[in-house]
């Protein structure tokens, strides 16, 4: 988490400047409930298959669904079978005793792999689910990220009214964004928790169309 989601000084210097007029106290209090959400997610992007900053790897969903059949719950449904109490005459040692400890004790054993199944088995259809829907991960991910932000503003800078903003160049003529106090504000936020610049067009327009749409 050491680079992302720290809300220090020089970022809230900035965070001044854009959301100009904005009661102190508010911008104080936003500042310490942002540190906490932002520490909140990186701990699930670090952890999270995704393509923010920080993440362990990208991965789809199908491609997580794929993963854990092939590598998890297949070869575990394989195990459990194996190590079924009439399978165990395949795994008579003599006449090499000797060579060998006692085997794992097969209750316990069992126990433990249902429970890597029971967990895997979960996920998947979690994942499989989520598929179904066409929820992925990474702009699912960005939708509570937003969401979270946006409710604390809310809660500490009331005032400070949803804008979708003049659609403007910027830094050169191959890039434009919408140019406001708010959306400014929103991407400033969300660029220090996940570590990308991102237009937050979709997102910024929702709560301008509908300012009391969390609730």
Same mark, same amino acid.
């Given at each position: ?28 209090? &936003? *500042? ?19 393509? &923010? ?25 394989? &195990? ?64 509570? =990220?937003?969401?979270? =932000? ?26 434009? *964004?919408? =140019? ?6 929103? *991407?400033? =936020? ?11 067009? *979709? ?13």
């Amino acid at each position: 988490m050491g680079q992302y989601a720290r809300f220090d000084d020089a970022w809230f210097k900035r965070f001044r400047e854009i959301a100009k007029g904005q009661n102190e106290e508010g911008l104080k209090a &936003l *500042r310490d409930e942002l540190f906490n959400v932002g520490q909140h997610y990186r701990r699930i992007i670090e952890t999270t298959p995704c393509n &923010l900053k920080g993440a362990p790897f990208d991965k789809t969903l199908t491609q997580r669904g794929d993963w854990l059949q092939t590598n998890v719950v297949r070869p575990t449904q394989r &195990l459990l079978a194996a190590l079924a109490d009439e399978q165990q005459p395949w795994f008579a040692t003599w006449p090499y005793e000797h060579q060998f400890k006692e085997f794992p004790d097969r209750v316990r054993l069992r126990a433990d792999l249902q429970d890597v199944l029971d967990f895997s088995t979960q996920l998947l259809a979690n994942v499989r689910g989520e598929q179904g829907v066409d929820a992925g991960t990474n702009q699912e991910l960005r939708f509570y =990220i937003f969401k979270d =932000i946006y409710v604390a503003v809310r809660k500490h800078l009331p005032d400070f009214k949803p804008k979708q903003g003049v659609y403007h160049e910027v830094v050169d003529e191959r890039t434009k *964004r919408f =140019i406001d106090p708010f959306p400014d504000a929103m *991407r400033h =936020i969300y660029a220090e928790i996940t570590g990308r610049d991102e237009q937050l067009v *979709r997102l910024i327009r929702m709560v301008v169309e509908d300012p009391n749409w969390e609730d």
